[in-house]
């Protein structure tokens, strides 16, 4: 059984777990010591894809790269 004893905290903020778990892990990355600290930054950055579809055919894909604010 798993527990649920850290959902009030994020949830009562107003915050999905996505969210909190970005958060705290951003405060990990920050606490780290070079060059352990610029590597785990480098690692942060996502690529991804997202096809539309309609009328049951995929539409182009977009392309997108979200890098956190700097």
């Not at 950055?45 to 979200?66: E, L, M, Y």
């Amino acid at each position: 059984m798993a527990s649920t004893a850290a959902v009030p905290f994020w949830r009562s903020a107003g915050m999905t777990y996505i969210t909190y778990s970005n958060i705290c892990a951003n405060l990990v990355r920050n606490c780290l010591k070079e060059p352990y600290k610029s590597e785990a930054i480098g690692r942060e950055k996502v690529h991804f894809s997202a096809t539309k579809w309609a009328d049951g055919k995929p539409q182009k894909p977009t392309i997108r790269s979200d890098t956190p604010e700097e």
